[in-house]
């Protein structure tokens, strides 16, 4: 080979690899704005060095959907609802909402049930309407003055209230003073129309007393000793109990010993000391029930599908004949056959079973679902509080109004014993709505104590939020629009 071809042969080599480079390099980045080739040589290196140093072109991507969660819009919904009962206000308006609502849709069904039983007695149609209107008027100032007082005051008025009504429950027995009403010496005549029953403001004692006793032994670390623990609260609510039996007030008894059992659980009473308490309560409710003709024969009518010899089921057929002709939608707002002296006290203890005729199954559930809303926003009051004073407080007056809830449906759908307590808030009653209505304002005012809640709620005034929104304003750049 000459001298010249061996001498040349590398320079070609180089110069094929140069070309295969750029050849392999030109379709993604040596392309012009119309598609064709850009000129090679120098030129290209220059222009390829500064067109490096310019940002990429941005590429036209098609917007991609936001991703849909497994199981579509039920998912979606799903965690809609869990982010609106995980915000802070969520228990404040369920309780202030569902007290409300039970208690205007209570006055509806008191009118439309207390009709006929108010014209038997010679009355005006609205007889009791109005009382109970009047009650409710009343209530709702109570409601709205406990939603407003400080815990500091709740707990101050805790003695003076337990001594008031311990007062009165021992004028009902004294001869001349007390009134019975249906066999239950448990009423006081306060001149008129007006009668006053103490038991019930005894259920709201025994709940701000109990919960300052348990919270003040609690910061003292005294009640991990059981005599702590049990002295006083047990034999002051086996002192009230004592008081109300002595009425033949078996009803009210219940719903005492329940709030009883609810502070000692929310105190952390242990299995066997609980299990005590119970047992005893259990043998003296068993002795009470078994001694007595008329206690046992509401017992005998759980069930019942005849009103029996005599009658003695009489009222309990009846509640369930009402449910059973409601249908689903019911029959229409005053519309109830039973009420027309079929149904022994339409208004009072047997108010949801006239709900069932008028409003069928559809205001049943609606009732029991505002009940249910309500128990579930006192429990999480309880639960989420750091002070303990409301956790007992919020735990005992949840308590009260489930428990009682729960024993009278249960009485009028047959599965319970008959008991003679009014449903909350929804049956007629001043004595039982009064009081009831302002442990609901202490539920709503434990529920803005929550540091959360009140933060939310200082952003719902006007003139905060417009100061808020000036500071945020005046934090932005000047460029930023």
Request: charge should be positive; hydrophobic fraction near 50%.
């Amino acid at each position: 080979m000459p001298a010249e071809e061996s001498s040349a042969a590398p320079g070609r080599d180089r110069s094929r690899a140069t070309s295969a480079i750029s050849r392999a390099l030109r379709p993604p980045l040596l392309a012009t704005a119309g598609g064709g080739p850009l000129p090679a040589g120098p030129a290209l290196r220059v222009r390829s060095a500064a067109g490096s140093k310019r940002p990429p072109a941005a590429r036209s991507r098609t917007p991609r959907s936001p991703r849909t969660p497994r199981g579509g819009g039920a998912r979606r919904l799903y965690e809609q609802a869990r982010r609106a009962w995980d915000r802070p206000l969520t228990a404040y308006y369920l309780i202030l909402g569902a007290g409300l609502l039970i208690t205007v849709l209570g006055l509806v069904m008191v009118y439309s049930a207390s009709m006929i039983k108010a014209l038997e007695l010679d009355k005006p149609g609205t007889y009791f309407f109005r009382k109970q209107f009047l009650a409710a008027v009343i209530g709702a100032g109570l409601m709205a003055m406990a939603a407003r007082m400080p815990v500091k005051l709740h707990r101050a008025l805790s003695y003076p209230l337990l001594m008031g009504a311990v007062f009165l429950m021992v004028l009902v027995q004294v001869p001349g003073i007390g009134m019975s009403v249906n066999g239950n010496r448990n009423w006081l005549y306060l001149g008129g129309p007006f009668q006053l029953q103490p038991s019930e403001f005894g259920k709201l004692a025994l709940v701000l007393w109990g919960a300052d006793l348990l919270a003040r032994k609690q910061d003292k670390r005294l009640l991990n000793q059981w005599k702590h623990m049990l002295v006083p609260l047990v034999p002051v609510a086996f002192m009230l109990l004592g008081l109300i039996m002595l009425g033949g007030d078996m009803g009210t008894a219940i719903i005492l010993t329940a709030i009883l059992f609810g502070l000692l659980w929310l105190a952390g009473a242990p299995t066997r000391l609980f299990a005590g308490v119970l047992a005893t309560a259990g043998l003296i409710g068993f002795l009470l029930i078994k001694t007595s003709p008329n206690r046992m024969s509401r017992l005998d009518c759980m069930g019942a599908s005849e009103p029996g010899p005599g009658g003695s089921c009489w009222q309990a057929v009846h509640g369930i004949y009402a449910l059973a002709s409601g249908g689903w939608f019911g029959s229409g707002l005053g519309a109830s056959v039973e009420k027309w002296g079929q149904l022994p006290e339409p208004h009072t203890d047997f108010i949801f079973a006239i709900t069932g005729e008028e409003l069928g199954l559809a205001g049943t559930l609606s009732v029991l679902a505002l009940f249910a809303a309500l128990g579930y926003a006192g429990i999480r009051v309880a639960g989420r509080t750091e002070d303990p004073f409301v956790r007992y407080a919020a735990g005992g007056v949840t308590t009260w109004i489930t428990a009682q809830a729960v024993i009278n449906i249960g009485a009028v759908l047959g599965l319970l014993p008959i008991a003679g307590v009014p449903l909350p808030l929804f049956s007629y009653g001043g004595s039982a709505l009064l009081p009831t209505m302002f442990a609901v304002g202490l539920l709503i005012a434990f529920a803005r104590e929550d540091p959360a809640a009140k933060a939310a709620l200082a952003m719902r005034r006007p003139g905060v939020r417009w100061k808020t929104m000036r500071r945020r304003i005046k934090k932005r750049p000047s460029g930023e629009r």
